[in-house]
């Protein structure tokens, strides 16, 4: 059964950096894709960023440069670290797995529970 | 970016009814499409993915259709555990985007 826990979540000041953790049980974080989806307070989805089995990282352009994706092997856990940290960015953020049908990762499969992150002074 | 336009933004039906919930694209994007679940205070959970391939466990009720940039998913027969929050998903060129939601309560 493929599980995924997130933590690291919780409040930071404007301008503040936080880095969120998933730990990862039943797929292999570095042969797979992982991505990070948020949601703010009342709203819908958003993508954040996904790893690549290759190891290659994709943001959306309105993220590029603030926020990086990344894992450790050897504790199967992806991070993903944000800087320059916005009231905007307050949501949950979850973490989930991605299928391929294509050769590529197309779908968020397995989710986790998500954790909350609250920018405000 | 591919930007993914979802409608009605609420839809209110009974137990029994057949719905349907469309997923409008900005451009192409084939089949890579997806439709997600979502209950308060839960993660979204994958329904039907590659426009009209239903995931592993998830009711027949629940299709999809779609090509190109017209999306529908249609939930036949609701039954009290499907009133939620639906989003649609593309993917293009390693980029996701999600529709705005669709919250289908009960009339």
């Known amino acids: 059964e493929v599980q995924l826990v997130e933590s690291g979540g919780g409040l930071v000041q404007p301008g503040g950096s936080l880095r969120l953790s998933c730990v990862v049980s039943?797929?292999?974080?570095?042969?797979?894709?992982i991505g990070w989806v948020r949601q703010a307070p009342g709203k819908g989805l958003e993508w954040v960023a996904t790893?690549?089995?290759?190891?290659?990282?994709y943001y959306p352009g309105s993220l590029k440069g603030r926020f990086t994706i990344s894992r450790d092997n050897s504790r199967n856990t992806v991070f993903l670290q944000m800087n320059s940290l916005r009231a905007e960015d307050t949501a949950v953020y979850y973490c989930a797995t991605l299928i391929a049908t294509g050769g590529t990762a197309e779908y968020f499969h397995h989710w986790g529970q998500g954790t909350r992150v609250t920018v405000s002074s | 970016d591919v930007q993914m336009t979802q409608s009605p933004s609420t839809l209110s039906a009974s137990i029994g009814d057949t719905v349907t919930i469309t997923c409008r694209a900005s451009q192409s994007i084939g089949t890579w499409l997806a439709w997600y679940q979502q209950k308060p205070g839960k993660a979204p959970k994958l329904l039907i993915y590659k426009a009209s391939t239903l995931e592993s466990g998830v009711s027949s009720r629940f299709s999809g259709d779609g090509f190109g940039t017209e999306f529908i998913l249609t939930i036949k027969s609701l039954q009290p555990d499907d009133f939620a929050t639906y989003y649609c998903q593309s993917y293009d060129n390693n980029a996701y985007s999600f529709g705005r939601g669709t919250k289908l309560d009960i009339k």
């Open positions: 039943g797929f292999t974080v570095s042969s797979n894709y």
């Open positions: 790893i690549y089995s290759s190891g290659s990282a």
